[in-house]
Each structure stands twice: as C-alpha cells, then as structure tokens.
C-alpha cells in the first residue's frame, strides 16, 4: 500500500476529544512552538531561531508544516513526537514514562492534555503568542491512574527548560522506572558533542556523527562525575564556537542521571535527559508524586552563544554570586594532612601579603584523621593537632584580613571512624550482611536516616558556630556503588541526592552569607542541579595549566567564570610532574575564581613579586570577567588558541592567547578577535606580567603596540581580517587588552 492509500488520521489512536492550543514563545531570539492538537500529549514543533510573530494562521502552519506524512508499513497516522514520547502516538524510540503496576499493566500510558496554563494563567484560545514564560499542562491518563504535571519554561536568556512530576492517581503502588523529557533536533544537526573525563581529566570533548540508534550516556556514579556528559550538543559537522546552530542539552541533577541523542529509523531526532532510578527505587504509593530534574536546552549559533545563555540564567538568579569574588588560597597542595598552626599561620601571613582574601583549611581538622584511612563522618575539630581548637588558626586569618573557610566531606564516612563504629547501620549498603567495595578507604553515610542526617547537621553546625566560618569547600570523593539503605536494600540514590541538597540549604538559611563550593574529587559534581545550591565548583584537582586550559574551556560551556575554582599551583605539577612558567600558570588561572594552592613559603622573591602583579591584575580585571561574554575563538586545529571576555556593552576585552602545543607550520593563523563591535576602534595593549613567554618572536604591529599606549584598530578588522599572531613556545601564553577608543584609557598592565 503506498503513501497515499493510507487510512486517513483518524480513529486508530482514538485521543480523547479534546481542544488545540498552538503556543508560541520567544526570547532573546528564541522561538519555541508547542502543539497541543485535539488535546494530545504537547509535542514542540519548532525549536530554534526566532520566527517573528506569527499570528493564529502562522501558528497553524507552523504545526501543521511539521507533521510527517505517514510512512508505509508503520502505524497508520503521522508518527507524533512529545515532549514525553510514547508509544501510543506511534513513537518507537526511548518512551518518556516508564514504569508499570505490581502485577505488570500499566506500563504504556496514552498521556492527554486537560488544562494548560502560561505563567499561571489559563489559555484564552487555540493560539497564544507570548515572550518568555511558563507552561504548565496537566497531563492525564485515566484509565492507567497517572497524572503528569509538565513545565517548558522559556527563560528571558532564550534558555528553555522543562520537568515533569508524576502523581500516581490509581489505588494501587506504581513501580516507576523512567521520566526522561525531550526536545526535537533537525535532521541537519547530524554531529553530536558531549563530554567524557576521568578524574584530573574532567571533561573531555567527544564528537561523533549522530546516526540511527542511542548515544547513551547514562551515569549510576551517584554523583555527576569526571565523566559527565556535561552538555549534550547536536547540530552540523563541523560546528564550532562561533558557527552553525547548535542545540545542547544539560540535565541539572547530582545523583544518577542520563543524556541521551537518539535518532529512529525515520530520521527523526531528539535530545533529551532524566534522571536515572535505579530497580525499585522510585515505588510511588497511591497519592504519592515524583518530581523530576530540570531539562536545561540551549540552542544558539556556535557554541559560545549556547554557553551565554546557560550563564545569564544563572547570573540573573537573586542568589547569583558577587563580581568580587575574593582571591582564596587553599592549603591541600601545601601541607596535604600536615596541620600544623605555625606553619598554617605563616602561610597565611605569606597568603594575606599577596593580596590573598580567603584561606581555606583543608582536610585533615577533625577526629583522627591524620591521613585519608580514617575519620571521616566524625565532624568534631581533632584535640590531637588542634588543642585549642580552630580558632587560633581562625581568629589569625581573620585578623590578616581575610575570610576563613573550612573543608567537609558530609556525606561520607571511613570504617575506621566513632560514626561507623556506632551506627554501622547508617552505612549504605545493599544488604545488613554487605558492604560495597571501598573507594579511598571510605563508604557512603547514608543522609536518607534522619538521625545520621541530624548528627551530620548538628555536628557542622557546631563548628560552623564555634568561630568564623564563611565557606565551605564541600567535597564528596567516591561514587555511590551499590548504594541502599543498609536494613532494607532498598537503592536510595535518589532521596541520598535530595537529602544533600537539603542540608547545603539548611546549613546557609542558619548561616546567611556562607558560601559553598562543590568538589567531588576534584571537579566530579558540576552541574546546575548542585550550582542551586552552592557557589562555586572545584574543576579539577589536576592544576596543570595545559590542562586546565582544555578543563576551563569546556568546563565555561555551562558555567561562567566566576564558578570555576581556577587556582595558581606550584610551578610542578602534583598531579602530571610538568613543569610550568608562572607567567603561564597565572594566565591559565586568571579566566575563573582565582586562587593559590603552593606552599608560599617554598616559592622565592621573585615568583612572589610577579604573584602579587597577578594578583592585583586579577582585581582589576574580575568586574569585566564575571560580567562579560566568554568569546571562544575557532582556529581550526591550531595549537595557539584565542579566547576571551567582552563587556557587555563591548567597550572592553581581554584575551589570551595560549599555545597549547608545537605547531607543524612555523606560522600561525591572524588572530582575529570574536564578539567585538565592528563599528567601533579599539585600543589593543599587551600586557606583559613577571618575565613574559618564553620563545617570544613579536610581529610588528605587538612591538609598536608595546612601546606606544597600545594600537588603535578598527573592531572590524580585529574581527574579520585579524593580526598577525606572535610566536611562543608551547605551554607559554600572553594577554591583551581591548578597550574601545571612545571610552578611555585605564591605567594598563605593561
Ligand atoms: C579531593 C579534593 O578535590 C582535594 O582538593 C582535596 O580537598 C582532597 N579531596 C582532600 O581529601
């Protein structure tokens, strides 16, 4: 039977009767177009570029413009692709709700739309334009007992997010297995890139085509981890920072979770995400409801602007950070366990000469641990190294000047600790008569019983209270293997993620003004499920600044910069023994939260002298950086990348050149300047710190720059034709001031 002998549409799904709606969003040159035809399960038509108001007849076409024809052998009506897919409109890839009843009915719901409201307010017709808004549909499936309450919200960035909450209606238990919402991509988004990692790894781009079948990238780590797929991205081979559409999607949530790109056999496409349950873990009884993560969905030309919008959300939100983010030394890679007060205090002295705002105390304060095989969970300040308690150490810092902070791991505990040895119930675990393999000599406390959550709480708020404590570095260093509580084996991944979450809120609603920092082994818990809660990351425990400039490049495409820990370490690297310049350590560090991590009292008077320039310029310079558009420039596979940040108004930039390898051609490409205003002149300045890179051979127009107040060039030009680049030796780096003519001229770093 061919095409066109089919049945018409009608009658073999048999939706309940129901009325249209066709809504259209739009913002920030977004447009987002969702269908809700005969009060079906809403399915986004169109996701991408902005449409331009489309009035009642555009909307109409625009939906009725996407649906397929009918294919033969396959159901007899165009296939439908939902938000939450389901096999009931014919869609045979990934459902988007799974889960059955005990006795195995229930499994496959035909979801139908009973009210919509935009921004609280019912619809008041078939068609609705609007700006940025929220959509709520109440979903229901009455014969199955399943309501689901589906939000799309578009942000005023153009950032789309959406989640789902199943409330199970019928009387009897649901077993649910999978929410997992997604958003449609064009058959021409045909290249995919996510991220993989491992730990002083994280974050490593992967690209493949994307072809029929599931790029899978699902995580039972129990924690986002080294490997997660950060972002995922689809759109036209070859895509890059500043070329061709690109939709990315990024699921916000710390326990386990999954990403998914899957293509069926008819071309069509979809990006989409959850979280992971695992068996058994999520048994709704009658009544009982599951609210699911946020889907974040980027879209935008290249990937630069996919990343803007990811960071304009989250620097519009009230709880968002300040510009100033103070300069903070942490002590892990200068005294590891060794707390010893007169040498921590002349660190500090040493940290607060430089210009350092924050001193953090790393791990090693509390009960008996003096090395990493013992003492976790026993969150009680340690007589043996502390006699006279932290506030020796404290009152030191605070009196330098500057902020203290303090290193927990709450949500862990070793065999070897008072905890453990009291309750070895609170330990996770699969059964009474098992224990999960250990990982750094530790296991999971398991937050989910109250009275293990209450100690951890009481005992933090104990020393939170007992002196000065403004940040926590919160740190988290293994997965969630086999993670259930220990009495009934039951997995409790799911509410152990939960339970964290609620105890970084109740820890900064009784200590308003504390900050956190998420680290999980370095950088193994980014993500803006835990960023809701916390105030920065730690990217990686690797400080290597070759690695750090692939680890902050793509840990910045969903965060800005002033969430990434960004730390200025010895010049051998603990964790690769490469050694590094200062001046290419310090220029590595400079684009993020800015901080020190070497035993200042190792370092000589020279290195000291050019880390307080660095310093100092990190002060000038941290409004620009924590306000402007991160600007990645595409070099093709040249070793000398360009990146950098321009105001928002574009009056000011500053970039940096680094060369992260040895290049087969002895010249590079012209250094052509992203994000600028064409229209404008800029003032380019070299700024020169400390001995400057080594190997350096300066094209003309740098040396004139260097020896008069900078070249004044067109932002044109600066875009589109490009300076000629100067040469480097590897792992060697340089900065650049842009400041555009009519807006005079700072005093300047030479
Ligand atoms: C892992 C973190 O990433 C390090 O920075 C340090 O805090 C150690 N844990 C301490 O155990």
């Known amino acids: 039977m061919s095409p066109q002998q089919s049945p018409a549409p009608h009658s073999v799904l048999a939706p309940r009767p129901g009325a249209t709606h066709r809504i259209h969003l739009r913002a920030a040159g977004v447009s987002v177009v969702v269908d809700v035809t005969d009060g079906r399960s809403p399915a986004i038509t169109h996701w991408g570029a902005a449409l331009g108001t489309l009035g009642g007849q555009g909307l109409d076409a625009v939906c009725e413009a996407a649906v397929d024809p009918v294919v033969q052998n396959a159901v007899d009506v165009p296939v439908r692709l939902a938000i939450l897919p389901q096999a009931a409109d014919g869609w045979l890839g990934r459902p988007g709700l799974s ?196 889907l974040f969905a980027s879209y935008g030309e290249g990937l630069d602007e996919v990343a803007s919008r990811f960071h304009r959300h989250l620097r519009a939100r009230p709880h968002h950070v300040s510009t100033d983010r103070p300069v903070t030394l942490n002590v892990w890679e200068a005294v590891y366990f060794d707390h010893d007060l007169a040498r921590l205090k002349d660190l500090a002295d040493r940290a607060a000469a430089l210009g350092v705002e924050r001193f953090v105390l790393d791990d090693g304060w509390f009960g008996s641990r003096r090395d990493d095989t013992s003492g976790l969970g026993d969150w009680v300040v340690s007589t043996e190294v502390w006699p006279e308690g932290l506030a020796p150490l404290v009152d030191h810092v605070r009196g330098l ?144 600044p070759l690695d750090r400039q692939q680890m902050n490049r793509w840990t910045a495409q969903l965060i800005p910069l002033e969430l990434m820990g960004s730390h200025i370490a010895s010049g051998g690297s603990h964790t690769t023994g490469r050694l590094h310049t200062l001046g290419f350590r310090a220029l590595s560090a400079l684009f993020g939260h800015l901080g020190i991590e070497w035993d200042l009292a190792r370092a000589t008077e020279a290195e000291l002298a050019e880390l307080r320039e660095w310093i100092a310029l990190y002060k000038e310079q941290r409004e620009l950086l924590f306000t402007g558009d991160l600007v990645r420039a595409d070099r093709g596979d040249s070793v000398l990348w360009l990146h950098g940040v321009v105001s928002p108004q574009r009056e000011r930039a500053l970039f940096t050149l680094a060369a992260v390898g040895r290049s087969d051609q002895s010249q590079h490409d012209r250094l052509r300047f992203p994000g600028l205003d064409p229209a404008a002149r800029y003032r380019v300045r070299p700024l020169l710190l400390g001995e400057g890179p080594t190997g350096l051979s300066l094209p003309p127009w740098w040396r004139r720059a260097a020896e008069q107040d900078g070249l004044v060039v067109p932002g044109s030009v600066l875009e589109r034709s490009g300076l000629a680049a100067p040469l480097i030796n590897p792992e060697q780096g340089l900065l650049l001031s842009l400041v555009r003519e009519d807006e005079g001229t700072p005093a300047a770093h030479r």
């Open 401 to 544: 000047g500057m902020e203290f902070g303090l290193w927990f791991e709450p949500e862990m505990v070793n065999e070897d600790s008072e905890t453990a040895r009291a309750h070895p119930e609170w330990l996770m675990a699969p059964s009474p008569e098992r224990l999960p393999l250990r990982s750094r000599s530790q296991q999971v406390l398991n937050l989910t019983i109250p009275e293990a959550y209450a100690q951890v709480r009481d005992q933090m708020l104990a020393v939170l209270g007992s002196t000065e404590i403004g940040y926590i570095k919160w740190d988290h260093n293994r997965d969630l293997l086999e993670s259930a509580t220990r009495a009934t084996g039951r997995a409790a991944v799911h509410e152990q993620t939960a339970a964290t979450y609620r105890l970084m809120d109740e820890l900064k609603a009784a200590h308003p003004g504390l900050e956190i920092e998420s680290c999980s082994s370095g950088g193994a818990r980014v993500d803006l499920g835990v960023l809701e809660h916390t105030d920065r990351v730690w990217v990686s425990d690797c400080i290597d």
């Open 99 to 294: 889960g059955s009843r005990e006795d195995g009915s229930g499994w496959s719901p035909r979801l139908v739309t009973e009210a919509i409201t935009l921004d609280g307010q019912p619809l008041t017709g078939p068609h609705t334009e609007s700006g940025p808004g929220l959509l709520r549909f109440a979903l229901v499936d009455a014969e199955l007992g399943l309501e689901v309450s589906l939000e799309l919200e578009l942000l005023p960035t153009g950032l789309l997010r959406q989640r789902a909450a199943l409330t199970n209606t019928g009387a009897t238990p649901y077993l649910l297995e999978e929410l997992t919402l997604t958003v449609p991509v064009p058959a021409h988004a045909d290249e995919l890139l996510d991220f993989a990692g491992r730990w002083i790894k994280e974050r490593t781009p992967q690209r493949r085509e994307f072809t029929v079948g599931a790029h899978l990238r699902e995580n039972r780590r129990g924690r986002t981890g080294a490997d997660s797929a950060h972002v995922l991205h689809a759109g036209p081979a070859g895509f890059g920072f500043r070329r061709g559409e690109v939709w990315g999607v990024h699921t916000a949530f710390s326990g386990n979770h999954r990403h998914l790109a899957e293509q069926v056999n008819t071309g069509r496409r979809v990006l989409g995400g959850g979280e992971l349950l695992l068996p058994g873990e999520l048994r709704l009884a009658a009544g009982e409801r599951y609210t699911g993560p946020w």
